[in-house]
């Protein structure tokens, strides 16, 4: 029996101490936009990491990548038993080595296969029911985004890594490139994470981007902030990159140095 805990509390301890098995971690939910016209693309993210067990922090969630920026979404960090899954450190270390959007999409997507697998695996062992509701929740993904300028186009990459609700038949990847040349007055863009109040706003509003790239994509993070404020949350980090070369709109002090260059 565990004496003199509220349920609200009883439940994150469960969480902590049976879900994962000796106390792992899940860092969950972000809303992360990248927006592009044929002169521009701007990546806006916001900063709340919400843990299954209801505890919240602040993070950095958008990475320089040599001349790009990646930023991720979902299952960023996951702590199984004595398995851990981290996204982030995965990142630094392919964005070691140079090479071009493909390139770095490719090594980056290769590295976390194999490690997302695992903990997955580990995960739906230990227990197969807060894992399938975790898939049919759409919760047991990881998303990323690779934005930046190539042969004078600036481009969006993206990657899915979706794990299925039988892990045993090996994670789905999905993906996505635009870097077709846009009209002057073209924009094309790419929501991950939470966005489900912003596809109804751009859907109804197609003038919207008249604001300007950076205006609009700090506009949308903060709508979806407001809409869903328990999962996503502010600071709102911008960073927006032409062909003169990248400069950070906003960014918080703790994602601010040298370090945070290469590996968060």
């Known amino acids: 029996m565990i004496i003199g805990l509220s349920s609200k509390s009883l439940r994150m301890f469960l969480t902590a101490a049976i879900l994962y ?23 806006a993210a916001d900063s709340k990491d919400r843990q299954l067990d209801e505890t919240t922090s602040v993070s950095c969630k958008i990475f320089s990548c040599g001349n790009y920026f990646i930023a991720i979404a979902g299952v960023r960090e996951l702590r199984v038993g004595k398995l851990e899954f981290n996204a982030p450190m995965l990142v630094g270390q392919a964005c070691q080595t140079p090479g071009n959007a493909t390139e770095i999409m490719t090594r980056l997507t290769d590295s976390l296969i194999q490690p997302f697998t695992h903990v997955m695996s580990e995960w739906a062992s230990i227990n197969p029911t807060r894992y399938r509701q975790s898939v049919e929740k759409k919760e047991a993904y990881l998303n990323i985004l690779l934005v930046g300028f190539e042969q004078e186009t600036p481009l969006i990459v993206e990657r899915d890594v979706i794990a299925p609700a039988v ?12 870097n077709d040349k846009l009209p002057a007055a073209g924009v094309s863009y790419v929501f991950i994470g939470r966005h489900e109040g912003i596809d109804e706003f751009v859907r109804s509003r197609r003038a919207f981007w008249g604001l300007g790239l950076i205006e609009g994509a700090k506009f949308l993070v903060s709508y979806e902030i407001a809409d869903i404020p328990d999962l996503v949350g502010p600071p709102i980090d911008v960073v927006s990159i032409t062909k003169e070369g990248p400069k950070w709109v906003q960014r918080k002090a703790q994602c601010q140095g040298p370090r945070k260059k290469a590996v968060p």
């Open 167 to 178: 892990i045993s038949s090996g994670v789905v990847i999905h993906s996505l490139t635009q």
């Open 21 to 43: 098995g000796a106390g792992g971690s899940q860092a969950t939910a972000t809303t992360i936009v990248a927006v592009r016209n044929s002169q521009e693309v701007v990546l």
